[in-house]
């Protein structure tokens, strides 16, 4: 089975410089999640998705940021321009509400891992 | 609003020996509660959770996770580590019938030494 599918793996990228990360989410998943992980605030829920609408960016960090699901099956996460502050690895999560509701049970991919000099 | 706190940054043991992880939640509504691992350069992978019933729930990899109400606990417990067990393990928490936001720990670091 496909996983969540994110690229790049790595970006290593100037201070000013535009970012674009991808993500696939699993096929038939309908809720896609962007975190943000660094050492100093761990894992940081940034923005979701439920059937391609944003429900909820209260996360995304300022208006540098932006994310877009344009159908089911593709998002990006796009950084404008671009901070040192900002190099952190992204992750991409996606799920499939059950009858109660969204039970909790992420599929991550493995990450997009941005330094930003 | 729910929070989610790990009490240990880091936890090391030897081989062969128990394990807790300490997992504690506020919420003032129900809630569902898992931990993830988190294996070095890896996404995070679901270990256990707790929607309802038993509050003594089993995982992948000889894990399981005790869900206490009265002290908001949910502590992650195995009886012997192997080395391989070397992760970053996650406690997070939602609300139940939720559509999305799950509110994860800072993560505890578990190291196994031989």
């Known amino acids: 089975d496909a996983g969540v599918i994110q690229s790049p793996r790595h970006e290593v990228t100037e201070m000013g410089q535009e970012v674009t990360l991808r993500c696939k989410p699993i096929s038939g998943h309908n809720s896609l999640f962007w975190y943000r992980q660094t050492m100093m605030r761990g894992l940081e829920l940034l923005i979701y998705f439920n059937n391609n609408v944003p429900i909820d960016d209260s996360g995304m960090p300022e208006d540098r940021f932006s994310a877009k699901m344009p159908n089911a099956s593709f998002s990006t996460l796009k950084i404008q321009p671009s901070e040192p502050r900002d190099s952190a690895v992204y992750f991409c999560a996606s799920s499939s509400p059950g009858l109660a509701g969204n039970t909790g049970e992420l599929f991550f991919g493995e990450g997009s891992r941005l330094t930003v000099l | 609003a729910q929070s989610v706190t790990q009490l240990d940054s880091q936890v090391p043991v030897f081989e062969e020996a128990p394990v807790e992880l300490r997992c504690n939640y506020s919420s003032s509504v129900s809630v569902y509660l898992f931990w993830y691992v988190q294996y070095p350069n890896q996404g995070l992978q679901l270990l256990l959770k707790?929607?309802?019933?038993?509050?003594l729930v089993k995982g992948i990899n000889g894990f399981e996770a005790e869900f206490n109400k009265s002290q908001t606990s949910f502590h992650l417990r195995k009886p012997s580590v192997h080395i391989s067990d070397t992760a970053e393990y996650f406690c997070a928490v939602i609300l139940s019938g939720n559509t999305g936001k799950l509110i994860f720990g800072q993560g505890t670091t578990l190291q196994v030494k031989p």
């Open positions: 707790y929607l309802s019933g038993s509050t």
